[in-house]
């Protein structure tokens, strides 16, 4: 069975940063693709950032360009997401959510329900104050 599990969200003023991890358990795909998501009260999930394992290849949304980083580590199956700059409006509950066999072109803006991810994790809040 695979399992998603998001963790490191928390309060923290503007300007500073936070570290996310997406541990995987369960993965026996050779290639996927392991997405960022984030869904502020009163909008709609977004699509915040995403690498593949075929060869780590990454895209952000525009928004986060240039603040974020994600990153993987195969050997801990766990996928990091690095805010620095943070600001008000990236508070928003966070998820990860794998695509198998995927890659990531195309999947931050899918059409598709859920993003046509197949396995999503739990959320962690992120707050950011101002």
């Known amino acids: 069975e695979v399992q998603l599990q998001a963790s490191g969200g928390g309060l923290v003023q503007a300007g500073g940063s936070l570290r996310l991890s997406c541990a995987a358990s369960?993965?026996?795909?050779?290639?996927?693709?392991i997405g960022w998501f984030r869904q502020a009260p009163g909008k709609e999930r977004e699509g915040v950032s995403c690498?593949?394992?075929?060869?780590?290849?990454?895209l952000y949304a525009d928004s986060v360009k240039g603040r974020f980083t994600i990153s993987s580590d195969n050997a801990k199956n766990t996928v990091y997401l690095q805010m620095n700059s943070l600001k008000s409006e990236d508070t928003a509950v966070y998820y990860c959510?794998?695509?198998?066999?995927?890659?990531?072109?195309?999947?931050?803006?899918?059409?598709?329900?859920?993003?046509?991810?197949?396995?999503w994790g739990k959320g962690t809040q992120v707050t950011v104050s101002s």
């Open positions: 690498i593949s394992s075929s060869d780590g290849s990454t």
């Open positions: 369960g993965f026996t795909f050779d290639d996927y693709a």
């Open positions: 959510a794998a695509a198998v066999p995927q890659e990531c072109k195309g999947l931050l803006l899918s059409p598709l329900p859920r993003f046509g991810m197949d396995y």
